[in-house]
Structure formats: structure tokens, C-alpha cells
């Protein structure tokens, strides 16, 4: 089916260098580097894999921007979580369409974005007014407003508790995870997923600390490396450089002791 490019769209433009940058095409728009400028109209109407040449004669390839390509580029405010960590946690999390996120905090709407996406609902604290504007802001601008209408996002401190009930998850990014997990074993429902996003092994333990003495059960931690490899002909290789830490992925199920019920044995992953 036939997808032109529309005024409004993310796309990337690739020049033959393989330099990647990131338009938002817009009716009347140019792009201007130091090889020329190149009108938006060369490329609206145009399908994927248009070549157009700037006003010196420069080649750029226009594709839509994927997801990956937006939060690499997108502006931010706070540092996001990268595309190698967003992916698990989509696994890890068990997300699926229709369940009701709590999300702390959102920081540039990377997370955000990756679960709304998914055809989650989302309910984010964020402590900083401004990164909470600019999630918001990154949210409408990559997804549009359906997935805006899923997103509300309060300035407020989580550490001080968490107003909503019966959440299908809640997904972290806090210096100090632990102090939420006595909010989250009220705001979840029996068993919720709980997944926190932590740069530090120390972090990792005091979290596996406070979900010892919960209702949580079948805690585990994992770390996401990624590397990349040449591939040129018979030339084969891992890359030198890879994207190794970033940071650490927590999670848990509430399954404490239900009303009317008997506490289950502690479970372990």
C-alpha cells in the first residue's frame, strides 16, 4: 500500500556518508546543512527511498524515522533510556494493549513513548515541571494525539506515595527505587509486574533489599549488552566499541498475601 510522505512526519534524511538527520517535514520548510539547502516540497508526496539533491548538488535518502531514530535524536532534557533497555522492558513487563502503567519518572518521554506504542495507558509522576512538559511534548510530537489522550503526567514527588489503584505495572526510573515499593503493594493489583531501571549495583541490591521484606516475589535482575558486528565482504568482526552498561533491570510480582486468603511462600525467581 501506497504511503507518500505528509507535512508533519518525522523522517530521516541520509546523506551519502551515511550521516543520518533527523526533519520534521512541514509545508514551506527547507533543511539547511553546510552542503546546501533542500526544500521540504521535494520530498511531500514522495515514497520512502526518495533521492533528492540539495541546491550544491548533495544526495540525501529520505525514510521514516523509526522510534529508535526519534529518542536517539528527539529533544530532551533528562538523559533517556536507550532503545537496547526500552525493548526488554516491554518483555520483561509483560506489556500488552489496554494495561493501566504507572510510570516514574518520565524524564524526555523515551519510556513513555515505547510503552503508549504498545497501546498502553499511562499515569507518570515526574518531579520536574519541565521534563514533564517535554515528555509530553515528545509524546504528541512522535505518536500524534491518540497516544497523547493515553498520557497524563502529574508534577509531583512518588516517593510520597502513589494515588492510583489496581495498576497492571509500574515501571521505575528513580535514584532511589525502593522507597516505592510500600506504594506499589498498595497501587498494584494482585499480581502486577513492578520493573525498575537502575544505572548502580548498589541500587540493584537495596531494591532486592525492600522486595525481600514485600509482597513481592520472584525478584530477578538482568543486564542488557549489545554489540555490533563489521560485516564487509569476507571481513568479519565484532565492532570495537559496543554499547555495554547502562543500566540494570529489576523486576517483581505482587503476589502478597490476599484478603480471605493464605500468604504464599516465599517464591524465588
Same mark, same amino acid.
Request: proline share 5%; aromatic share 6%.
Given at each position: ?5 505528509? *507535512? &508533519?512526519? @518525522? ?6 556518508? &551515511? ?14 546543512t ?23 548538488? *548533495?544526495? %540525501? ?20 533510556? %536507550?532503545? @537496547? ?8 513487563? /509483560?506489556?500488552?494493549?489496554?494495561? @493501566? ?21 499511562? $499515569? ?30 502529574? $508534577? ?6 502513589i /494515588?492510583?489503584? /489496581? ?5 521505575? /526510573? ?7 515499593? @510500600? ?6 493489583r494482585?499480581? &502486577?509486574?513492578?520493573?525498575? %531501571?537502575t544505572?548502580?549495583?548498589?541500587? $540493584?541490591?537495596?531494591l ?6 514485600? &509482597? ?26 559496543m ?8 523486576? *517483581?510480582?505482587?503476589?502478597?498475601? $490476599? ?11
Amino acid at each position: 500500500m501506497s504511503r507518500p510522505l505528509l *507535512a &508533519g512526519e @518525522k523522517v530521516l534524511l541520509v546523506d551519502s556518508k &551515511g550521516r543520518q538527520y533527523l526533519v520534521e517535514l512541514a509545508e514551506g520548510g527547507e533543511f539547511h546543512t553546510h552542503t546546501g539547502v533542500v526544500p521540504h516540497e521535494l520530498l511531500l508526496g514522495q515514497e520512502e527511498g526518495f533521492t533528492v539533491r540539495s541546491t550544491t548538488g *548533495a544526495r %540525501y535518502t529520505a525514510m521514516r524515522a523509526t522510534l529508535t531514530d526519534f529518542v536517539l535524536r528527539m529533544p530532551r532534557g533528562a538523559q533517556v533510556i %536507550y532503545p @537496547k533497555d526500552l525493548g526488554p522492558i516491554l518483555m520483561i513487563a /509483560d506489556i500488552e494493549p489496554g494495561l @493501566k502503567v504507572f510510570e516514574s519518572g518520565v524524564g524526555s518521554g523515551a519510556l513513555s513513548m515505547t510503552l503508549l506504542r504498545a497501546g498502553v495507558s499511562i $499515569v507518570g509522576y515526574e518531579m520536574r515541571e519541565d521534563f514533564a512538559e517535554r515528555a509530553q511534548v515528545n509524546v504528541r510530537s512522535f505518536l500524534g494525539e491518540e497516544a497523547s489522550s493515553r498520557y497524563r503526567v502529574e $508534577v509531583r514527588d512518588t516517593y510520597e506515595g502513589i /494515588d492510583e489503584r /489496581d495498576l497492571d505495572r509500574i515501571v521505575l /526510573d528513580l535514584p532511589e527505587p525502593w522507597q516505592v515499593v @510500600k506504594h506499589a503493594v498498595v497501587a498494584l493489583r494482585p499480581g &502486577g509486574i513492578l520493573v525498575a %531501571y537502575t544505572p548502580s549495583i548498589a541500587q $540493584v541490591m537495596q531494591l532486592h533489599e525492600s522486595l525481600e521484606d514485600s &509482597g513481592f516475589h520472584l525478584a530477578q535482575t538482568v543486564e542488557i549488552l549489545q554489540r555490533t558486528w563489521h560485516v564487509e565482504g569476507q571481513a568479519v568482526r565484532p565492532d570495537h566499541r559496543m554499547v555495554a552498561h547502562t543500566g540494570f533491570l529489576t523486576s *517483581a510480582r505482587l503476589l502478597g498475601e $490476599v484478603p480471605g486468603g493464605v500468604k504464599p511462600p516465599r517464591l524465588q525467581s
